[in-house]
């Protein structure tokens, strides 16, 4: 058996330590191990049964992490398998992150049934790491059946990890007027459901005041206003009747066939972006064609062309290499 073989069929058995490596493998930027994690990925992909993903988003503090841990509890004891691909942020000097999530997350880094992977986003925008579609289909080929996709943060552009899950959920602060007023409108159009986090003690009243004040605002943006709740994941209090409404809604999306609409919409996003990271290692993997890139570069940098020119001049450049 070849290294990928041996590896897809160690993950697809429910190896821990195999997913991890596979893990590695399809993020590494490392160009000679492009080749085994794509045999890796096209072994898994027919194996891999689709389950339950779910997108956590929302401003930082809001508390996703033990918002996770808690709905990770409910479903394991639903008999489910969980996987946590919690997103940090990486470093634009270092590449280093914080990766600090797995850390946080202190009752699902010890079950049986859960995995959490911390994965720097490298640079990528909208708030997910550069191969979380690949992760998924890994945790889903390793046997997991629900699998949160946890995003560094409201910003620019969130809203591109409803381009790789089935439920999008928005996670606000209690009493977060000023958050919501600052909001990206895209964001609150992604959300599926949407939670208004550490509704406790004295901070009830307002969260519910801005809660039915958040609702009536969609109710005037959006033909289908999403389920708006109020809980409070320290206290395990609305827990319950979130993961009912997650259930529910995916439930209902199966019955209606619109999942596997989103689903299809998801693998053209996919291959759109695939696309491009093909495209982009065809220049960088030929050194002439890499020169042509840094010569087209520095064109835009100082003016010379614009970012259009240059981009179709190198496309020109490609054609006439065939």
Do not use: Y
Request: with cysteine.
């Amino acid at each position: 058996m070849t290294f990928a073989s041996d590896l897809a069929h160690s993950v697809h058995n429910g190896d821990r330590r195999a997913l991890s490596k596979a893990i590695t493998l399809v993020e590494s930027s490392r160009p000679e191990d492009g080749e085994s994690a794509r045999q890796l990925l096209s072994l898994l992909a027919p194996v891999a049964r689709p389950g339950f993903r779910i997108g956590v988003t929302g401003v930082p503090g809001a508390g996703k992490s033990t918002l996770i841990d808690a709905l990770g509890s409910r479903a394991i004891a639903d008999g489910r398998r969980v996987a946590v691909l919690a997103v940090d942020p990486s470093s634009r000097d270092s590449g280093g992150s914080v990766l600090g999530d797995k850390t946080r997350m202190t009752r699902r880094s010890a079950e049986a049934a859960a995995c959490i992977r911390p994965s720097p986003t490298l640079g990528v925008l909208g708030g997910t790491a550069s191969r979380t579609r690949e992760v998924i289909l890994l945790c889903e080929a390793a046997g997991f059946d629900l699998v949160f996709v946890e995003t560094v943060g409201v910003g620019q552009a969130e809203e591109r990890v409803a381009s790789m899950v089935d439920c999008v959920l928005l996670v606000l602060l209690a009493g977060a007027g000023d958050e919501l007023s600052s909001m990206k409108r895209g964001v609150l159009e992604a959300a599926d459901v949407i939670a208004f986090n550490k509704a406790d003690g004295d901070r009830r009243t307002a969260t519910e005041a801005d809660a039915a004040a958040l609702r009536s605002s969609l109710g005037i943006s959006r033909s289908q206003v999403p389920e708006v709740l109020i809980l409070s994941a320290l206290e395990g209090t609305g827990i319950e009747r979130l993961w009912a409404t997650l259930l529910g809604q995916h439930e209902l999306a199966e019955q209606q066939g619109s999942l596997e609409l989103r689903r299809a919409r998801q693998r053209t996003a996919w291959f759109e972006s695939a696309l491009d990271v093909a495209l982009h290692g065809i220049f960088t993997h030929a050194p002439e064609l890499e020169q042509a890139r840094m010569a087209a570069e520095r064109d835009v940098q100082i003016g010379v062309k614009s970012a259009r020119e240059a981009a179709e001049h190198l496309v020109a450049i490609l054609l006439q290499r065939r």
